[in-house]
């Protein structure tokens, strides 16, 4: 029997790994094996939701090992650490520590992407990233340390106007502009929960972005659009702000005034993991993505595919596929149709990106575009925008768990999120 590995569990790699044990493990036509760092899933845009306390990871997760049993598939904890072509095997490291080769006769990259401080000194030692669900929490547990601390200050001086939380967000795009967004609601949401001290008005939030707008994937028009709700709710965005160094008190534009922080995070881009880079001698790409062909299989080897983030997939428009999940989606399932197709010697299908448009949660509503057929734009904003962005959320829920399961997580999801919101705001100090 066929040994297919997937290693990373993401927004592409678990839809694939369901969709390959549904048809391919079902009827023992192949033994499909997912590997994955992380022994539970979270669906990566919303991970600033995860961050500000408004997701709740415990009612949102998937487990690994349980989706592998309901649709097929093996599971196995461990982190990918190298690769060995000549002897088909992966080699992980498991939770033991140990290293192990596991060998595969078609093995699916999907590792997925990491933050690129694009070398800038002082940003790892001094920044937050928000690469995933472990990282999210961190983020929130810092912010909930600064708040209580900051509490008690404000309990035992009066407060002045200049006492601030200073939060500065460094890469105007998505997640930079939506955790921007949700902060206001957080301190609010601390605030109810005793600390009646606390409000939005004690926050000081800074987007800051180095070229002339913030959200390049979006029409101009729609950007400064959400520019000016961001700054209706006192989130200042610094634009034209080349950030060249990071230290302990903050920020260090080219040009201007330190941007002084009490908590600093980045935002600024992603690229594919470093060691990526070259992996047992296939191509890669600048920011180490493995560069595929249109059928997503490597240029160097067809017996692996690559999806998602960390694949570099040329589109006829000259430019990559972009590290998005709806381009994780659309690679899922044309890799899991070729992989099917190679096992039956049928031809392969090639990828072709359709962009369905972009759009922007700002806590309490929307903005963006969403686009007809990959071309007609069309702008939606308020409630509806907000129904479509939470929507695609619960499409990819739906297609690793089916609807009527989907239907029962969103009912636990929202039992769960009231007990634990209050839980996490109340049980600090
Ligand atoms: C806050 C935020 C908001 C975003 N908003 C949007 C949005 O609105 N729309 C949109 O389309 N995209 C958005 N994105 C981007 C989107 O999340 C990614 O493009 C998408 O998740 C990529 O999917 P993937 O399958 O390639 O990787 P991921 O979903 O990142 O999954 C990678 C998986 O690989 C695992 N892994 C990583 N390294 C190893 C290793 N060495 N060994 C084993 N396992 C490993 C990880 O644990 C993870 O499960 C957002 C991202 C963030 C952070």
Not at 27 to 44: M, P, R, V
Not at 138 to 162: P, V
Not at 210 to 232: H, N, S, V
Request: charged share 25%; proline share 2%.
């Amino acid at each position: 029997m066929k040994k297919i590995i997937i290693i990373g569990g993401g927004a592409g790699g678990l839809e694939l790994a369901t969709d390959l044990g549904d048809k391919l493990g079902k009827g023992n036509q192949a033994e499909i094996t997912l590997i994955d760092k992380n022994s539970y899933h979270l669906w990566k845009p919303l991970l600033h939701e995860v961050a500000t306390g408004i997701l709740n990871e415990q009612a949102d997760r998937i487990d690994y090992a349980k989706q592998g049993q309901q649709h097929n598939f093996q599971f196995n904890q461990g982190t990918f650490t190298n690769l060995n072509r000549e002897e088909k095997q992966v080699i992980i490291e498991n939770l033991n520590h140990e290293s192990v080769s596991i060998p595969y006769d078609i093995l699916v990259m999907a590792i997925g992407s990491t933050s690129n401080d694009f070398g800038t000194p002082g940003v790892k030692e001094h920044c937050i990233f928000l690469d995933d669900q472990n990282a999210a929490i961190r983020l929130r547990e810092t912010l909930i340390a600064k708040f209580s601390s900051f509490c008690s200050i404000i309990d035992e001086h009066e407060s002045t106007t200049e006492d601030k939380i200073r939060i500065a967000i460094v890469g105007g795009g998505a997640t930079g502009v939506e955790l921007a967004s949700e902060l206001p609601h957080m301190v609010e949401t601390f605030g109810a929960c005793g600390r009646n001290k606390m409000c939005s008005d004690l926050l000081d939030v800074s987007v800051i972005e180095a070229t002339d707008r913030i959200l390049p994937a979006l029409p101009e028009k729609t950007a400064l659009g959400i520019t000016e709700t961001l700054q209706k709710r006192g989130i200042h965005v610094l634009t034209k702000t080349m950030i060249t160094k990071a230290e302990s008190d903050g920020f260090y534009p080219k040009e201007g005034d330190t941007i002084n922080a009490d908590i600093m995070i980045w935002t600024a881009g992603v690229k594919a993991p470093d060691y990526l880079k070259d992996i047992a001698g296939l191509e890669s790409s600048r920011s180490n993505q493995l560069v595929v062909k249109p059928t997503l299989q490597t240029t160097r080897d067809d017996n692996i595919f690559v999806i998602g983030d960390c694949a570099y997939a040329m589109q006829d428009s000259g430019r990559a596929a972009p590290a998005t999940a709806q381009a994780a989606h659309q690679m899922a399932k044309i890799c899991y149709e070729n992989i099917v197709n190679m096992l039956n010697n049928k031809s392969m299908k090639s990828f072709n990106y359709t962009d369905n448009g972009t759009i922007i949660s700002l806590h309490d509503t929307a903005q963006g575009v969403v686009k007809i057929a990959g071309k007609r734009e069309m702008n939606v904003k308020g409630f509806f925008a907000l129904t479509i962005h939470r929507l695609l959320y619960r499409m990819h829920q739906a297609s690793l768990l089916g609807i009527f399961k989907t239907i029962r997580f969103v009912k636990a999801s929202k039992e769960m999120y009231k007990n634990k919101f209050a839980s996490i705001f109340t049980h600090q100090d």
